[in-house]
């Protein structure tokens, strides 16, 4: 499997997209693990789907994200990446691509992702899918990462109910 994940990322209004091609998925729940306080509870692995929604940066400047990652007990990885226009950079086009690789859940709950391009959804003249490489925290509420181009940088986005 391939261990980085070319993403370019915007977004605006948001359609629904088509699918992503899902990975073998357990339908068994997450496991988990108690917290120090030893009555709470908290997620060890990354549930089966996921919806995040930031920003990201490259040439083109901030442009908006909008992340599906579906993820398997067998540490495989499929993301939807969704971008596009933000008010403060309102002319950028909208696409999407898939994304392909593996997820490797830490022992407080963070989850580490590596993925690479796989086929284009919608692909605006001039861009290029990217790969990439993210965390998601313990509590899994943001996810950080960063894109693998040069005339890219930094992602940031937070967990959509």
């Given amino acids: 499997m391939r261990n980085a994940l070319v993403v370019v990322m915007l977004a605006g209004c948001w359609t629904t997209p088509p699918e992503p091609v899902a990975p073998r998925v357990d339908t068994a729940p ?28 490259c040439t083109q400047g901030k442009t908006a994200m909008r992340l599906t990652i579906d993820t398997n007990p067998g540490g495989e990885a499929v993301m939807l990446f969704e971008f596009g226009p933000l ?18 859940p830490g022992d ?33 509420a943001e996810i950080t990462g960063r894109i693998h181009n040069a005339q890219c940088g ?8």
Avoid: C
Avoid at 87 to 104: F, K, M, R, V
């Fill in 30 to 57: 997450a496991s988990t693990s108690p917290v120090a306080s030893g009555s709470l509870r908290r997620p060890r692995t990354l549930p089966i789907r996921t919806i995040w929604e930031g920003y990201y940066f």
């Fill in 87 to 104: 008010p403060d950079n309102p002319h950028l086009p909208a696409g999407s691509y898939q994304l392909i690789g593996t997820h490797a």
């Fill in 108 to 140: 407080d709950g963070a989850t580490t992702l590596e993925l690479t391009p796989d086929k284009w959804i919608v692909q605006p003249p001039g861009y290029s899918r990217v790969s990439l490489s993210a965390e998601i925290d313990g509590e899994h």
């Fill in 154 to 161: 930094e992602l940031h986005g937070t967990r959509v109910p």
